[in-house]
């Protein structure tokens, strides 16, 4: 079967409806490391550490839900797991003052292979991933019978849910409070910032551990809220999606949360036509689909140039 | 982004003497000596927080550090198998190194390599069928222009978008990471894919001529090492005896300085990219051509990442990335060995790699601030 | 009763810079007092010292009477004092609402209480004449409306001393006109409203009374009805101009840089130059002087071709180089000095001798083709550089290592040599030289005035942009004076009047073309 045979099959009837199921719950990963990345990047500090940070939350969660039996135990150990690890960067980048771009990438690096270490070192090499049960769909008495909108919007698990919610509470955060306020300025002038007594640097590292939080409750998601186990590949990718994700919602939560949902939907579709395809060689193409997607979202906005005017500069009090 | 962040570059040692034989004052001495003790320095650290994992894992840290050398170095087949994993890595180190003197952010050497791969695949596939009877001379000069020509072009993309929009080099190279490794995937699965080969994802061979020559008879060592050094003393006389390289370390090193002084800031910038992804595309080249002769799924078990880490190990200088590509080239090696002798995970080593960067860092500040 | 503010034997050193000596100043409550002077004069340094940026070596600060100590920004805020720099402090994606509230306390706990401070600011704006609307975003706003925002931050935090530093050097005169409205409700008001400038037409409209201050000391406080701008002219500038370099009289030759009614736009839009004209001629140093911020970056950034000037001609021993490349302007043989040696003009990282050939690398003799054969190419030749290094550390008396030292270890005189080595070594056409002893010692300063009146015997054209008068009036020939992007007015340096050149500088007057 080729491409545009399996297309028109996979918008109709169940399919589509499971196909935007999947979606929203694809989207979600990229929707909270992407919401707690506004937070870093909108104080100036682009943290490219992100793909790491997902993936330590994604153990770690597992492991302390794993252990302890317990899901909300899992996804706060991921979570402050997480949080440890953007402290590093927080000093490396904020106090040092080396260089964010490489400081990011050699965390990641460093991160995949210490996780990796872990998982030998707790697990063992055995071929069956141990597996946990993660959170389980939610059932709300009249909605989630719904025909076509019960499934897609009101079976989903908790932890999708919480994302979505916390994109108007971050928006609040960022625009209606004092502190959303100061983190908006250190981002744009940090000098002026620094005139009204702003402290520049614990600012900052603030807003950079929070980006940890979330990126470790993303992550966490991916373990216990979706697939139960965690593998090598578990985030393939996502947590750069999620730092472009930012990008392309322009600092915006509710932006932000479009392109999530855009980004789900492609990687959904595509994981479908996967299945479908079956022996197709084809499927390496749409793969690609989110990468590119991504590149050309990228382009797109750059050129209108905008965001946080300090970004990526690193504050020194003259 | 248009204002580049703080650069590693900033406090490196200062090349070899450009005249030779003159004396070295005191204090260039000292700062020589900081900038080479410091990743000494974060080896140290490194290796003795791999010791402490290592003894968490159940294993003796000594027993496991001997096993890890006499895996690397220990005996001629050893030898042979790291100078084998060295040759891309220091490749791709070159290019990173090329890529981060201008302050172009290039991480997309994994898919650069790929690419080059793909591109000396085709050439040797090509020449195979159109002129089978060219002799060495002329097939190995072609093969290495297709790596060249491929990596260097798919790196481009990213360049322009860099010098026309803006775009930030860093997200839209990784990117281009994974499309790279699909596409050779697509490839090996797909077009390429040879029916003699059993439903293996693999190319059919290249011409014969166009093989790099073994070093050792019935080894594995192949004339790619050698290429490798070549390329390393060419990006070093480039860098600092042409004045494409001078243009290049001036926009790296203060490119407000540069557009002052009449230097193309953006034109610079493009060309550090360009050439950047030509090398990592002669690390795919030289797997292609020297190891494999033909073009295999999943080749690369993450050279763009090691040679990256190695471009920032040899501070980005193409004479002591030699060295620092040689012990990772050992470290991979020798981890097999050690992974079986104590029973522990090959990615120890990995998480080492990571603990030297960022010593060396986090320590750039205090290498600054001695400096005065 | 006690003046409001009183600043007594206020001193303070900069290294070997003695930047406010023994100084007494006083401003009464309900006045506009102007604190007037040259550059380097001390005015900014003392409100810093005011304001808490910086902390006196000596003196103290008494306000309504009492001794106070002030150690920072926040301290002197809480005394009531405020201050507007030259460079706002504002965030421009933020609303006018949101700037005047960032760093305060909400009064509704973590949330932004925006509408109260709105109505405040209003309330404000409204006793103050001060026309500003509270939702717009200041990148909107005019550069005096953002003015108006400054002040009213300070109002908001309960300001009754208000510093202003040179605030009418970037407004337009109408601008200028409502600033001043404002300023005399303020003072109707009890405010005290003390502001630095340079421009006498100010101080004489506005200023009750007026403080003059030159090379860190009080020259005299008088009132501004009682004197006049001569007298003030003189009390700014007035010294005795003695020649303390060797100046061999101007044998000008043909017109090197011909300048036709430039006009070049500036950061915000506006024109920074205005249809200006000037000619430097061969062999002699033309001085521009003017405060900073009257159009001197602009114009040399034109004339580098760093900045494509709106209108007007640019030519070069003929030549049309109108918006050109810096790299075609250098090629006509035009080297410049430029404003901030560490940031624009060399490499830190870069050896000595690699920053002297970082405008002529890639020409013949420091490139050469692989085989040299006296053209340039691609190879850069190793020993011409190593030479030219040599020589040009012997001649400059750069105190550095070696060739090959890196260049952020030599100090400022020595960094200033060495951009100063690269910009004269081949022989330049034209030289621009902008700032060329900003922070450098007596020492390393009459070394480069020297340097700089040899080149001018050996037949350069040198267009010398300094807000230095001392070097302007040492160096020069002729000077042209640079107010608000115009030339007043062209003297030749021999016999010149210097409290004229007082009044073109403040804008006070001007001379026919």
Known sequence: ?318 | MTTPPANPAAALPEPLSVAGGVKLPWHRARTSLIGFALPLGGLLVAFGIGAIMLAASGANPLVAYQALFKGAFGSRNNIIETLVKSTPILFVALGVTFAFRCSVWNIGSEGQLHIGAVGATLAGLAMKSLTPNLPPILAIPIMILGGFLFGGLYASFAGVLKVKWEVNEVITTIMMNFVAILFVQYLTFGPLRDPAANGLPMSAYILEAAQLARLVARSRLHLGVVLAVVAAVLVYIVLWKTTLGYQIRAVGANPRAAKHAGINVPRSVFVAMVISGGLAGLAGMSEVAGLHYRLLDSFSPGYGQAGTVVALLGNLHPIAIIPAALLFGGLITGADTMARTVQVSTTIITVIQGIMVLFVLGSQFLVDKLEG | MAAFLRMENIGKRFGQLQANDQITFEAEAGEIHALLGENGAGKTTLMNILYGLYQPDSGGIYLRGEKVKIRSPQDSIRHGVGMVHQHFMLVPPFTVVQNVVLGLRSSRGPFLDTDRAAARIRELANQYGLKVDPEAFVWQLSVGAQQRVEILKALYRGAQLLVLDEPTAVLTPQETKEFFLTLRAMAERGHTVIFITHKMEEVMEISDRCTVLRDGKVVGTVKTGETTDTELARMMVGREVVFRVEKKPAKPGEVVLDVRELSVAGERGLLAVRGLSLQVRAGEILGLAGVDGNGQTELAEAIIGLRRPVAGRISIAGHDMTGATPRQVIEQKVTHIPEDRMTMGLVPTFSVQENLILDSYDQAPYSRRPLGNGKSGWFLNARAILDHARQAITDYNIKAPGPEARTKMLSGGNLQKLVLARAMYHAPRLLVAVQPTRGLDVGATEFIWNRLLAEREAGRAILLISADLDEVLQLSDRIAVLFEGEIMGTLPVQGIDVVELGLLMAGAKRLPA
């Open chain 1, 1 to 318: 079967m080729t491409i545009w045979e399996i297309l028109p099959q996979l918008f109709q009837g169940t399919v589509f409806i499971g196909l935007l199921a999947a979606t929203v719950r694809m989207a979600t990963p990229l929707l909270i490391a992407g919401l707690g990345q506004i937070f870093a990047q909108s104080s100036g500090v682009l943290d490219l550490s992100v793909e790491g940070l997902m993936l330590v939350g994604a153990f770690f969660g597992f492991v302390g839900a794993f252990y302890t039996g317990n899901l909300w135990a899992g996804v706060l150990s991921g979570m402050i797991a997480a949080a440890v690890v953007s402290l590093l960067m927080a000093f490396l980048t904020v106090t040092l003052r080396a260089s964010q771009m490489i400081v990011g990438v050699m965390l990641v690096i460093m991160l995949a292979g210490l996780i990796t270490f872990f998982n030998k070192l707790i697990f063992g090499t055995g071929y069956i991933p141990p597996s946990t049960e993660g959170f389980q769909p939610l059932h709300f008495p009249v909605l989630s019978d719904l025909p076509f909108v019960g499934p897609v919007l009101f079976q989903q698990n908790l932890l999708v849910y919480i994302a979505f919610l916390l994109a108007p509470v971050v928006a609040v955060i960022m625009y209606r409070t004092t502190f959303g306020l100061q983190i908006r300025a250190v981002g744009e002038y940090p000098r002026a910032a620094d005139s009204v007594g702003i402290n520049v640097f614990k600012t900052q590292y603030f807003a950079i551990l929070i980006g940890g939080l979330f990126a470790g409750l993303g992550g966490a998601f991916l373990t216990l809220g979706w697939t139960g186990l965690y593998t090598d590949i578990i985030s393939a990718g996502r947590g750069w999606l999620a730092i472009a994700l930012v990008f392309f919602g322009k600092w915006n939560p509710y932006r932000l949360a479009m392109g999530a949902i855009l980004f789900g939907f492609v990687n959904a579709l595509q994981l479908r036509m996967q299945v479908m395809a079956g022996q197709q060689v084809a499927y390496q193409i749409m793969s690609m689909l989110p990468y590119l997607l991504c590149i050309i979202v990228l382009t797109m906005v750059s050129r209108k140039a905008g965001g946080p005017a300090n970004l990526c500069i690193a504050y020194k009090r003259e």
